[in-house]
């Protein structure tokens, strides 16, 4: 079975997949949806075993972070495995691997090794703090780039000590700024006909995902620390209770400010003191939420919702992720995508969060069984059948 392409926009770009665990297979999996030919390079059963390094395939978790790729299994720690390798990187444009550092050049597949063999190559890594440096050996993962990265100093309610982000947001953006950068990579190679390496690591990421903190405290030395679901400067933006749960508002500015007064029958507080423009609200943030929640919980939140969006006021329920995914906008959207898998036979799989009007991104690939398309990527390098049986026998595939 050939490569189906989940999309003609990369389906032009063929890339090596040595990645493992979440932050790699991040990067990769945004390449396979719009449509790269992603081969996907894993142990042997035998040398690593199903789920000994992130989840197991009959997981969702492994199900959606693996579609449209084909699976070679490959020793690469045996040299007839690395002479395979070299003989797709000659065929490829990408290779991606979130191994430590050392691992590339142990294994003979670090930038300097790869252009050799293909000048045109580009190599995306992923570390969990940079390729070099005093940390360079230190193994990855997700909570400690939260810590380290000044996430969880700023994340949950004051004075309830550090708290880490629901999702492993170092691991996914980590791997979307690899994968972002693969692509200015390829673009870039249209001028000069030569690769490069791009790499990311998970403290990187998390700390430019701080964004605005960050730059508050570059520029003027203000260290951020936690508000629980207030907005550290807008006001009032939080968390109200309703009568039947509770609901977000995001009331920022003057203008609706004003808006939001009038239409919860609150017009005087637009002249008094306390709130009269951002800063006093700011000053008086737990008064005026005090305020708020007294009038928010008379209703549910769905009438709420009714009543301020029309006059244009920010707002939105807090969903539960079953209620996220029943919403009808989540539903136009398309954001869940029928698939055919092998652990759960029909489903869906989360979809991408962008369209392209021409080529558009589709699941053409159920995620693979271990070494599910070795035979056939090995034929199309050219490999006999008694060589493949000799590879199978010595345990190199």
């Given amino acids: 079975m050939p490569h189906k392409k989940a999309s003609e926009a990369l389906s032009h770009i063929t890339v090596l997949d040595l990645t493992r665990v979440r932050s790699g297979p991040t ?12 081969i996907k390079i894993e142990a042997p ?14 997981t969702a978790d492994f199900q959606n972070l ?3 790729k084909r699976s070679l299994t490959l020793n690469l720690k045996e040299k007839e495995a690395i002479e395979i390798f070299y003989k797709l990187v000659k065929k490829s444009d990408v290779v991606v691997e979130n191994f430590r550092p050392n691992v590339k050049d142990r294994l003979g597949i670090n930038y300097e090794d790869l252009k050799k063999i293909n000048p045109r190559i580009i190599l995306g890594s992923i570390s969990g703090f940079g390729q070099d440096g005093p940390y360079e050996k230190r193994p990855g993962f997700d909570q400690i780039a939260q810590g380290m990265g000044g996430l969880m100093s700023i994340t949950g309610a004051p004075g309830e000590g550090p708290m880490r982000v629901g999702i492993p947001v170092a691991d996914l953006t980590a791997g979307l700024f690899c994968a972002m950068g693969i692509q200015t990579a390829l673009i870039e190679r249209e001028k000069s006909g030569l690769g490069q390496w791009v790499n990311t690591s998970l403290l990187q990421a998390q700390i430019f995902m701080l964004d605005f903190q960050a730059a508050r405290w570059l520029c003027e030395k203000t260290i951020a620390g936690q508000a629980g679901n207030n907005h550290p400067t807008s006001v009032p933006t939080g968390v109200f209770k309703t009568s039947n749960g509770t609901m977000n508002l995001a009331v920022a500015g003057e203008a609706i400010f004003r808006r939001f007064a009038e239409a919860i029958d609150k017009k005087e507080w637009i002249e008094m003191d306390e709130f009269k423009d951002a800063k006093s609200r700011l000053k008086n943030r737990d008064y005026l939420n005090e305020l708020i929640e007294e009038v928010t919980i008379l209703k549910t939140s769905e009438e709420w919702v009714d009543l301020l969006e029309k006059v244009g006021c920010p707002c939105g329920p807090i969903y539960t992720i079953d209620q996220m995914f029943n919403d009808p906008q989540v539903k136009h959207l398309q954001m869940a995508k029928p698939i055919e898998t092998h652990p759960f ?3 869906e799989l ?3 969060p962008f369209k392209l009007s021409r080529t558009p991104s589709e699941f053409k690939q159920r995620p ?10 090995l034929d199309e390098l050219g490999i006999s059948s008694d060589k493949l049986q000799s590879l199978i026998d010595k345990k190199i595939i």
């Fill in 27 to 38: 990067a990769v999996r945004q390449l396979a949806d719009w449509g790269a030919n992603v």
């Fill in 45 to 58: 059963e035998s040398i690593e075993p199903d789920g000994s390094l992130g989840a197991k395939r009959d």
């Fill in 66 to 68: 693996h579609r449209n």
């Fill in 345 to 347: 036979g029909k489903t």
């Fill in 350 to 352: 989360v979809s991408q």
């Fill in 368 to 377: 693979p069984h271990k070494g599910e398309h070795t035979e056939e990527i």
